[in-house]
């Protein structure tokens, strides 16, 4: 149980092309989502917090209008990042918090790896 | 500013040792308490949550909570070279929703 997929697992855009994530739980549903990124032998760092059917939370110093979460479902959250450029070459790794049952634990997905040339 | 420290590392540890993983908080009210491991080019998978104080053992990982102390610890029983991997202390706010990640220690166990 608690499995978080992510779509697409990598993926090469040309500078200034948008690029859109998805993230799903497959087998529960999930009415937090979190969105972080990683950088290369960095931490984990939060970017944003999105409940179902709500506007998401960003974390300070992440830009709303470029990085636009949706969480329009229970089991499904969007991340798409606009007029992307190589500084936002990155790790993107979502995860989810049950609605029920564990609802204090995080389960991540596999990770998008975004490489903007 | 909430704070989650670990010791980055590396610790190497021999095949079949114990391996002890450690972490302090700042925040006095945080009450979950997770630890995750992270292989490289990979995402957290989430080992172990510890919310009381005192320890919490699954297999061969004991986590040990210290709430007085603000310290929450790993320990990693017979040690495998595929323990390899940085392991992350999460600490979730009391009132919020959001985890705090501490920078990760990355622990080697060598054959």
């Known amino acids: 149980g608690a499995v978080v997929s992510q779509h697409p697992s990598w993926v090469i855009c040309k500078s200034g092309t948008s690029v859109k994530i998805e993230c799903r739980s497959l087998d529960f549903q999930a009415t937090t989502m979190f969105w972080y990124r990683q950088f290369p032998k960095q931490s984990l760092m939060l970017m944003a917090t999105?409940?179902?059917?709500?506007?998401?939370?960003?974390e300070q110093g992440v830009e709303k209008d470029k990085f636009l979460i949706n969480h329009a479902s229970l089991t499904l959250s969007t991340l798409t990042v606009t007029s992307a450029h190589p500084e936002d070459s990155s790790f993107y790794i979502c995860s989810a918090q049950p609605g029920t049952g564990r609802v204090d634990e995080q389960y991540f997905g596999p990770g998008t790896r975004l490489t903007v040339t | 500013q909430k704070e989650v420290e670990q010791n980055s590392g590396p610790l190497s540890v021999p095949e079949g040792a114990i391996a002890s993983l450690n972490c302090t908080y700042s925040?006095?009210?945080?009450?979950?308490f997770f630890w995750y491991r992270q292989y490289s080019g990979k995402s957290p998978e989430l080992i172990m949550s510890i919310y009381s104080n005192g320890d919490k053992e699954d297999g061969r990982f004991t986590a040990q909570l210290n709430k007085a102390s603000q310290y929450v610890s790993l320990l990693i029983r017979d040690s495998q070279p595929s323990d390899s991997a940085t392991y992350l202390c999460a600490v979730r706010e009391n009132y919020g929703q959001n985890f705090v990640f501490g920078p990760g220690t990355r622990l080697s166990v060598l054959p």
């Open positions: 999105s409940n179902e059917g709500s506007k998401a939370t960003y």
């Open positions: 925040d006095r009210v945080s009450q979950s």
